[in-house]
């Protein structure tokens, strides 16, 4: 069981209360974990990754056993915490201003 933590805005879009649990098929990667994401919660299609080139929208940021995963390719292997649930994914809306 993966575990995800989403930021307020997305919780609220998919409904749900606190952290989400995820059962990945296969390797644990970020790719895999937003697949059964998207899967679960069709309504954050598009939210997190771009429809068509799948890649992180500019203000999201991926974090796992306190490092930014966010440049890491999408394919590469979660942190085993997070793909034996002892850790989270943390999936951070970015705060810009000027």
Avoid: K, N
């Amino acid at each position: 069981m993966i575990r995800v933590v989403l930021p307020a805005h997305l919780r609220a879009l998919a409904r749900v209360r606190g952290e989400v649990e995820l059962e990945v098929a296969g390797p644990a990667t970020q790719r895999a974990v937003l697949d059964a994401l998207e899967a679960r919660y069709p309504m954050l299609r598009g939210t997190i990754r771009e429809h068509v080139t799948q890649q992180r929208r500019p203000f999201l940021r991926f974090f796992a056993c306190e490092e930014d995963l966010s440049h890491e390719p999408p394919d590469a292997p979660l942190p085993d915490a997070v793909a034996s649930g002892a850790e989270p994914l943390l999936i951070i809306g970015a705060i810009a201003g000027g």
